[in-house]
């Protein structure tokens, strides 16, 4: 099956500053709302799979998973501080009216 856009959650739902973890189609994603700008990457940490959106702290665009340290740049998912040595896989996100969409 082809990636597609796929409506996940409104706008209004992701607090500014903030993360929450939604299911897309199976697959559990972090949405960061960073001052009105949305990213989504997978939730778990590469790590130990602690979830990014319940055990981390965002600042700026970088969220931190506080099971162990590990800092990820939420626009690529590049890891910024270890102990994870692998990204978090990102997905584009796009606006439409009050939607935010995700592709999968």
Not at 62 to 68: K, M, Y
């Amino acid at each position: 099956m082809a990636a597609e856009f796929v409506t996940a959650v409104k706008t209004s739902e992701i607090p500014t500053d903030g993360i929450t973890a939604i299911d897309v189609r199976g697959t559990r994603v972090a949405v960061a709302n960073v001052g009105g700008t949305y990213y989504a990457f997978a939730d778990a940490c590469t790590h130990e799979q602690c979830s990014l959106a319940e055990e981390g702290e965002l600042a700026g665009t970088t969220v931190t998973c506080t099971c162990h340290g590990s800092e990820f740049d939420v626009r690529t998912g590049k890891v910024l501080a270890p102990p994870a040595t692998l990204p978090v896989k990102v997905y584009p996100v796009r606006v439409a009216g009050d939607a935010l969409q995700i592709e999968v």
